[in-house]
């Protein structure tokens, strides 16, 4: 099997938003991060990255602002904002309660039906 | 929160573009470059570790353009981009662009001046302080619902009354009076006399109407004080027609009625509350609580609802209070009654406006119309809705292209509305243009034909323009086009396959099968509606034909009717009784004497009622022998009468001059009358007994007339009615108080020349009504359909135009997309006469099938229009043949050009042609 999953539609900006929920990240480190914490189980198509930054951005989630990065480049930093809290949490939640009933369905046994 | 967000980035990102730019460069910039940093820290050497990194990244452009879509920044730079694109087409098809803005200009701008006059007449007609909430007081008597004269009269109170009403009502913020009748007055200002029409008004009315005067002052509550010096005010009309504007009659005394008075200001045009055509106002002085005044006139009544009161709310309460005062007062009411409060635009334009004879229900003819102009603006719509089809068609291959490169739908579709909106506005602000020429004609004409100088008030107040309301109306239907034109030629964008237009050979012809049969369907729509709105048209010009051409049993052409009103110094007794006195007999002897020797009269006739409106039903008549009795009307009149209005004589003879000096008891009836009585029998020789006949003078007695001839048939209660049973008296039994003058001139240019000989008998007589005969039958019976005619016709008109249009662009594109296998038939030896009928036999099954379709619609929809037409059946076969046979022939002349391109195809050139 496959060693890296395909992304469920819409969950990056899911996981975008959790990622930048434990630090400001600029965008390459925001595709790190995810890598890093799915333990490179999860493939970003990277042109795709930037497209839902600055959705995110537009819809008022994650705000941005210049600085520097470790190797004293110019970068763009982003961070959650409170809105964009909010919305993780409930995205969060609608997530576990969805995974929670699939689960709960694949895993009904023929006695229990 | 989030919206605001929104539109605050999208702002940034529109304002600042290169600024986003550069940061989205440097972003993704930064993004490779540290990718590749880390795969040369893996090991990677440097140049392939760059190359490696942008490979992995993927489009960057892509990226920057969906990145760009997130921000929505494309917003602005698709549009004009679009717009820059439909410049260019409309440039590069200026046959197309004109068709198309023209059409819709003509949708638009009717819609606009229709609209123009429903919004002005129903909802702006007065230009009082919150007029919305302004009413006016009605009866409804309960015996009468249902019978000719059972609507709703407008209640007139006492002043006394009125004051009760004041007092006890809940639900009025301001109720005013307003006495009009017997309103004739004589003024003079020391150098001439004139005649005004008088209102004498609550002196807290002006205030109350709240427009302030031109000149001066209005009305105000202490002129009604008693002791306070006596004034009146003037209306805007008679200060420019007879006092010509000059601003110093303002101050000057003039003798009113009798009574000295000052002219305190002078109103606005846009002003004539209180009375149709009253001239001046006087204030009434009294104090409150002031109790009746014998013989005085009853005031009407116009009031202000507090606001949130509903007119039911209103309608009950006055009931109440009005209960009361008739059980004080029983002869002032009908028996059963009920109060109901009308909005001041239904008693002024609704069912009940205009009386029974003279009913015109001119809110539901606005609807009407407003429906009518809906019609013409869909059939616009659908024209130009082909055009663009036809137009979309033809770049099938440009937008399969643009497809193909990757162009999404929406993206198209947007365009091609951005398109259309580019038309409707051009042709939204060409249409405002026809509308404002449009409401101009008809604000000139309304005058003309409603008259504001006699009863109809309609448009006294109305400024039809084009005021804001009604251009955000015009704006609304330009945008409802852009969706209905737009629509059709952006979902044929949305067909999925777009392989036969690359690969095919170009043209559409072939594929567009589909779409040929929706173009057809639009047209055979097209004509369904222009078939309604031209049997609506045609119906109500025959009904406007047949009522112009009623014969009326006499002839109102060059007639001047001249009506005498009792002046105050002769202590108002009544003229038919004063001119039946020997003194007032001597009086009108030498008016009618001088009047006959005015240059342009061939005639003077007297007698005692306007021609055509009277007599009402007056006393019970039956003859000896006969075993019922009827109603019927008396007319009295002189020798003189039967030439002035050319009865027709049908047995016996008329009124002898003998007869009228002689005050014999004798008769003509009309044949109606005879008929009732004797028959087929000549009544001629025979008596007429008519009960309680009031003479001039003395009590009513039985009376019995001997019948020297018969006439024909008079209409009496208007042209519509039927004729009722009529007795021509001599004057002199009865009285008189009116004169006809025969004349050789245009009558109306007699009306100075007359009053003026009037006065040099006698300078204190009133001339209440001096007015060409044909003008009553104009303002009380042909007004309201000429109106709707004016306005319906051109509708018509401009919707044949369009139709017209439709039908030949439709054919000359089906003829345009056919060359080629035209071409082909003509090889294998098609006569040029076979392709004459083929493509003549394609437009006739159109316009066959929209006929068929139209007459259906029309069959069902006409019945809206049975209260704008008389004496026409609403499915009046010379209309619908008409409209039918007018269809066929504009529809296939439309064909004829077309056909006749098609039949000179030359088979060479139509076969290379690809």
């Given amino acids: 099997m496959d060693k890296q999953l395909d992304l469920l539609q819409g969950t990056l900006d899911m996981l975008i938003l959790k990622a930048v929920s434990l630090g400001p990240l600029h965008g390459y480190g925001v595709l790190l991060r995810i890598q890093q914490i799915s333990r490179d189980r999860l493939e970003i198509q990277q042109g795709s990255l930037y497209p839902a930054l600055y959705r995110l951005e537009h819809q008022g989630w994650i705000a941005s602002e210049w600085g520097e990065s470790e190797n004293n480049r110019k970068a763009k930093y982003y961070r959650l904002t409170a809105a964009g809290k909010k919305r993780l949490q409930t995205e969060t939640d609608k997530w576990n309660r969805m995974a929670e009933m699939i689960a709960g369905i694949l895993g009904t046994k023929r006695e229990e039906v | ?914």
């Fill in chain 2, 1 to 914: 929160m989030t919206g605001w967000s929104q539109i605050r980035s999208w702002i940034r990102a529109t304002l600042r573009r290169s600024d986003m730019e550069t940061e989205m460069d440097a972003e993704l910039r930064f993004h490779i470059e540290d990718y590749a940093d880390d795969l040369v820290q893996n090991g990677v050497a440097r140049e392939d570790a760059m190359r490696r990194a942008r490979l992995e990244f993927g489009g960057v452009e892509r990226a920057k353009e969906e990145c760009r879509e997130a921000r929505r920044v494309n917003l602005v730079d698709n549009l004009t981009q679009d717009l820059r694109y439909a410049a260019r087409m409309m440039h590069t098809n200026p046959g197309f662009t004109a068709v198309a803005v023209l059409t819709l200009a003509l949708g638009i701008g009717s819609c606009t001046v229709v609209f123009s006059v429903f919004y002005n007449l129903l909802f702006n007609a007065f230009s009082a302080r919150d007029a919305s909430r302004l009413v006016v007081p009605a009866l409804q008597d309960a015996d009468n619902v249902g019978k000719a004269d059972g609507n709703l009269e407008p209640l007139t109170l006492h002043l006394a009354d009125l004051d009760v009403v004041r007092e006890q009502n809940q639900v009025f913020e301001g109720v005013v009076g307003y006495i009009t009748a017997g309103g004739i007055v004589l003024a003079n200002d020391g150098a001439q006399q004139y005649q005004f029409y008088a209102a004498r008004v609550t002196s807290d009315a002006f205030e109350f109407y709240a427009v302030p005067a031109l000149l001066g002052r209005g009305v105000v509550t202490d002129d009604g004080k008693p002791g306070a010096s006596p004034v009146f005010v003037m209306n805007s009309k008679t200060w420019k027609d007879t006092f010509k504007s000059d601003p110093g009659i303002v101050g000057k005394s003039f003798t009113v009625d009798g009574e000295p008075r000052t002219l305190v200001g002078i109103m606005p045009s846009k002003f004539q509350a209180f009375g149709p055509q009253e001239q001046i106002w006087i204030p009434v002085t009294r104090t409150s609580g002031t109790p009746r005044v014998a013989g005085e006139f009853p005031a009407e009544i116009l009031a202000r609802l507090k606001s949130g009161v509903s007119l039911n709310a209103a309608s009950a309460d006055l009931d109440l209070i009005l209960r009361r005062l008739a059980a004080l007062h029983p002869d002032d009411f009908p028996k059963h009654f009920t109060a109901r409060v009308e909005s001041a635009t239904d008693a002024l334009v609704g069912p009940s406006g205009g009386g029974p004879i003279f009913q015109s229900d001119i809110k539901h003819l606005l609807y009407d119309l407003l429906a009518a102009v809906m019609l013409l603006l869909l059939i616009a719509c659908s024209n130009v809705a082909n055009l663009l089809l036809a137009h979309a068609s033809v770049r099938e291959k440009e937008i399969a292209v643009r497809c193909a490169l990757g162009a999404t739908r929406r993206r198209l579709i947007e365009q091609l509305l951005v398109e259309s909106s580019v038309l409707a506005v051009t042709a939204c602000l060409l249409g405002y243009a026809f509308a404002w020429i449009g409401t101009k004609i008809i604000a000139a004409m309304l005058p003309q034909i409603m008259g504001a100088s006699l009863g109809s008030r309609i448009g006294a107040e109305t400024s039809l323009g084009l005021n804001l309301p009604v251009l955000l109306f015009g704006a609304g239907v330009a945008a409802l086009t852009v969706l209905i034109c737009g629509l059709a030629p952006a979902l044929h964008v949305l067909r999925p396959d777009l392989q036969p237009h690359l690969t095919g050979p170009g043209n559409a012809g072939d594929g567009s099968f589909r779409h040929g049969k929706f173009r057809a369907g639009v047209v055979i729509a097209e004509i369904a509606l222009s078939i309604v709105l031209l049997t609506g048209a045609g119906l109500m010009m025959r009904s406007f034909f047949v009522l112009t051409h009623v014969d009326l049993g006499f002839n109102p052409e060059n007639v001047l009717l001249v009506v005498f009103l009792p002046p105050p110094s002769h202590g108002r007794t009544p003229a038919v009784q004063r001119f039946a006195s020997p003194q007032g007999q001597l009086v009108l002897r030498e008016v009618v004497e001088r009047l006959e020797a005015l240059p342009g009269v061939s005639e003077v006739a007297i007698e005692d009622t306007i021609p055509g409106y009277g007599p009402t039903r007056g006393p019970e008549i039956t003859v000896p022998g006969a075993t019922h009795s009827e109603e019927a009307g008396l007319l009295a009149c002189d020798e003189n009468f039967l030439r002035t209005l050319e009865l027709r004589l049908t047995r016996g003879r008329w009124l002898s001059p003998e007869d009228v000096q002689t005050s014999q008891y004798v008769a003509v009836i009309n044949k109606r009358l005879a008929s009732d009585f004797f028959g087929d029998a000549n009544p001629v020789g025979g008596q007429l007994k008519v009960k309680s006949f009031k003479g001039p003078t003395g009590p009513p007695q039985d009376t019995s007339f001997q019948i020297v001839g018969v006439v024909e048939d008079v209409k009496s209660v208007g042209p519509q009615q039927p004729a009722m049973p009529i007795a021509f008296l001599p004057y002199t039994v009865r009285g008189g108080f009116a004169l006809l003058l025969k004349t050789t001139v245009k009558p109306d240019s007699l009306t100075h020349a007359v009053q003026e000989q009037v006065w040099a008998v006698d300078r204190d007589e009133i001339i209440g009504l001096s007015s060409p005969l044909k003008d009553f039958l104009q303002k009380n019976t042909y007004a309201t359909p000429e109106f709707s005619l004016m306005i319906s016709a051109p509708l018509a008109g401009i919707s044949l135009a369009l139709v017209v249009v439709g039908i030949f662009s439709v054919m000359a594109y089906s003829v345009s997309l056919q060359t080629h296998e035209i071409g082909i038939r003509m090889a294998l030896g098609a006569q040029r006469k076979s392709i004459l009928e083929m493509i003549l036999a394609k437009g006739a099954r159109l316009i066959v099938a929209g006929i068929v379709i139209g007459l259906f619609v029309s069959y069902a929809l006409m019945r809206f229009l049975a209260s704008q037409i008389w004496g026409v059946s609403l499915t009046d076969p010379w209309t619908f043949g008409g409209v039918v046979a007018l269809i066929m022939l504009a529809g296939l002349g439309a064909c004829l050009l077309p056909a006749r391109r098609a039949a000179s195809v030359d088979p060479m050139v139509a076969l290379r042609y690809e």
